[in-house]
């Protein structure tokens, strides 16, 4: 089983260069605006993270670029977390332009846990395996 949240952006003014397309790095942003999405709608926000002691910092981060888009578009956005049995968050992502469906981005990123303190927790806190196993991850 995977869970997956899609969410559409409409590109703003601020998000394109001189040529009127979106400029590569704010696709580092739609995957947030993903993983936002993804934790509102099934319960890993990073405020509820917090609420039990920990931070998710990203440590890697991979985009692939295929296709270009430009300001007034709008893209969805379909985050899909990756089960893993080690103490990190994956999630895939896919950037699609809304009305064409053409794939523009792919990539993915992986998270840590991280005490409040600045603390590196390997092993998978407790309120992260409760949260895989309601969600049949397990």
Do not use: C
Request: net charge neutral.
């Amino acid at each position: 089983m995977s869970l997956v949240n899609k969410t559409e952006v409409r590109v703003r003014f601020s998000e394109v260069d001189s040529l009127g397309i979106v400029w590569h790095g704010h696709y580092v942003k739609f995957f947030e605006d993903g993983r936002e999405a993804f934790g509102a709608e099934h319960g890993l926000g990073y405020l509820q993270v917090y609420k039990h002691g920990f931070a998710t910092p990203i440590v890697k981060l991979n985009v692939d670029f295929k296709k270009t888009v430009a300001y007034g578009d709008t893209v969805r956005i379909e985050t899909t977390f990756k089960p893993t049995p080690a103490a990190k968050i994956v999630f895939d992502f896919k950037i699609f332009k809304t009305g064409t469906e053409e794939i523009v981005a792919t990539g993915s990123s992986t998270q840590v846990f991280m005490t409040t303190d600045g603390q590196l927790h390997i092993t998978n806190p407790p309120f992260f395996e409760a949260w895989k196993t309601k969600h049949g991850l397990v």
